[in-house]
């Protein structure tokens, strides 16, 4: 189905498609890029679905390959190679040793068969990548293909598990577990216009997938009675219409961080959470550490290891961990790590190992 077509049909079905602006307490993030996102969205195309204004797919060092010239064109590869080897050096370099970096971390993880098993260039809407090693990536997709190996090898019924994820931007992570996983009923729990995103790319992969848009939930009884091998989309606005359903595997990458306390609480005191078998979390230490407030959030680790569940990995999250950034802080400008390092933990609600080996 054509991307057009499919946007059309994914408001059809969401009411509430226009009114995540009005949700209360909303960090100012989100708000900025709610706002944007309707904005755009009646121009949205394979182009920018994945990629745009106010929110990328971290992108890939510039680099002169048969693959970058077939994907984007000769001419515009060349410009951005030259553009960034003599204009931008510096920042060039740094850039390729950090992706470099997170590429042997997932190598050293055991995901590398999963990257070589899904380049990035073959995927729908992709801008630009990084060729090495026999296969494609980003900064993006490295970490997608980091948490599908860890999520695969948590102890879940490879038949039966329903997963639900809050904040799943385009369903990138989604589409590749599910090549693994085909009979997972998957959940996405987002804003309207990112599980927007995500119908356009899943249904692109996998169109013969019961896909259950916003307004069509409330024909299921319970969470459990959706079909084996299902996606579903519940809008933020929704999430309190299912909290009290039982999943098996509860995800949040790096959107907690962001949020401000009340919404965070909202979501780790619903049951959905507290009864989920396991929870698997990547988040700031720090949201907002006092000499660089990035997010508009006072959450710390403190939030996340005292939620009564019992912690059985806990970890720095390695992708990323490497990456210095060029930016403007105490009046300089000059490579920084991120303000706050990242975390990942799995716990579960019983004492016991969830992950293999």
Same mark, same amino acid.
């Given at each position: 189905?054509? %991307?057009?077509?499919?946007?059309?049909?994914?408001?059809?079905?969401?009411?509430?498609?226009?009114?995540?602006?009005?949700?209360?307490?909303?960090?100012?993030?989100?708000?900025?890029?709610?706002?944007?996102?309707?904005?755009?969205?009646?121009?949205?195309?394979?182009?920018?679905?994945?990629?745009?204004?106010?929110?990328?797919?971290?992108?890939?060092?510039?680099?002169?390959?048969?693959?970058?010239?077939?994907?984007?064109?000769?001419?515009?590869?060349?410009?951005?190679?030259?553009?960034?080897?003599?204009?931008?050096?510096?920042?060039?370099?740094?850039?390729?040793?950090?992706?470099?970096?997170?590429?042997?971390?997932?190598?050293?993880?055991?995901?590398?068969?999963?990257? $070589?098993?899904?380049?990035?260039?073959?995927? @729908?809407?992709?801008?630009?990548?990084?060729?090495?090693?026999?296969?494609?990536?980003? $900064?993006?997709?490295?970490?997608? !293909?980091?948490?599908?190996?860890?999520?695969?090898?948590?102890?879940?019924?490879?038949?039966?598990?329903?997963?639900?994820?809050?904040?799943?931007?385009?369903?990138?992570?989604?589409? !590749?577990?599910?090549?693994?996983?085909?009979?997972? *009923?998957?959940?996405?729990?987002?804003?309207?216009?990112?599980?927007?995103?995500?119908? !356009?790319?899943?249904?692109? @992969?996998?169109?013969?997938?019961?896909?259950?848009?916003?307004?069509?939930?409330?024909?299921? *009884?319970?969470? $459990?009675?959706?079909?084996?091998?299902?996606?579903?989309? %519940?809008?933020?606005?929704?999430?309190?219409?299912?909290?009290?359903? *039982?999943?098996?595997?509860?995800?949040?990458?790096?959107?907690?961080?962001?949020?401000?306390?009340? !919404?965070?609480?909202?979501?780790?005191?619903?049951? #959905?959470?507290?009864?989920?078998?396991?929870?698997?979390? #990547?988040?700031?230490?720090?949201?907002?550490?006092?000499?660089?407030?990035?997010?508009?959030?006072?959450?710390? %680790?403190?939030?996340?290891?005292?939620?009564?569940?019992?912690?059985?990995?806990?970890?720095?999250?390695?992708?990323?961990?490497?990456?210095?950034?060029?930016?403007?802080?105490?009046?300089?400008?000059?490579?920084?790590?991120?303000?706050?390092?990242?975390?990942?933990?799995?716990?579960?609600?019983?004492?016991?190992?969830?992950?293999?080996?």
């Amino acid at each position: 189905m054509h %991307i057009e077509s499919l946007v059309e049909k994914f408001i059809s079905h969401s009411p509430e498609f226009y009114s995540d602006g009005e949700l209360g307490d909303l960090d100012n993030k989100h708000k900025k890029i709610i706002a944007e996102a309707y904005s755009e969205l009646k121009n949205i195309n394979e182009n920018n679905f994945r990629n745009w204004k106010s929110q990328s797919d971290l992108s890939a060092p510039a680099q002169l390959s048969y693959l970058s010239a077939k994907n984007s064109g000769v001419f515009r590869e060349l410009t951005r190679f030259f553009y960034n080897k003599i204009l931008f050096y510096n920042e060039h370099k740094v850039f390729t040793h950090a992706l470099l970096d997170d590429y042997e971390i997932v190598k050293m993880s055991g995901a590398l068969p999963i990257l $070589q098993d899904n380049p990035i260039h073959k995927t @729908l809407g992709v801008k630009d990548f990084f060729t090495y090693s026999n296969t494609t990536f980003n $900064q993006r997709w490295l970490r997608y !293909i980091y948490l599908t190996n860890k999520i695969l090898n948590l102890k879940l019924d490879k038949n039966n598990t329903l997963w639900l994820d809050v904040g799943s931007y385009y369903g990138g992570l989604q589409s !590749i577990v599910k090549k693994y996983r085909p009979k997972w *009923k998957i959940i996405l729990v987002d804003f309207h216009h990112q599980l927007c995103r995500s119908y !356009i790319y899943l249904n692109n @992969l996998y169109p013969e997938c019961i896909h259950i848009l916003p307004d069509q939930i409330k024909d299921y *009884k319970s969470l $459990q009675d959706m079909p084996q091998g299902c996606i579903a989309y %519940i809008p933020t606005s929704s999430f309190s219409n299912i909290s009290k359903g *039982k999943i098996n595997l509860f995800t949040n990458f790096f959107s907690f961080g962001e949020m401000r306390k009340q !919404i965070f609480e909202e979501y780790i005191n619903s049951n #959905v959470f507290k009864n989920s078998d396991i929870a698997f979390l #990547v988040n700031r230490f720090v949201s907002a550490p006092f000499f660089e407030k990035t997010y508009d959030s006072d959450l710390s %680790i403190l939030d996340y290891t005292n939620l009564g569940r019992y912690i059985s990995y806990f970890d720095i999250f390695p992708i990323h961990h490497f990456f210095l950034n060029k930016r403007l802080l105490f009046s300089r400008k000059f490579y920084r790590n991120v303000s706050s390092p990242y975390f990942e933990m799995v716990s579960t609600k019983e004492v016991k190992s969830l992950e293999k080996g």
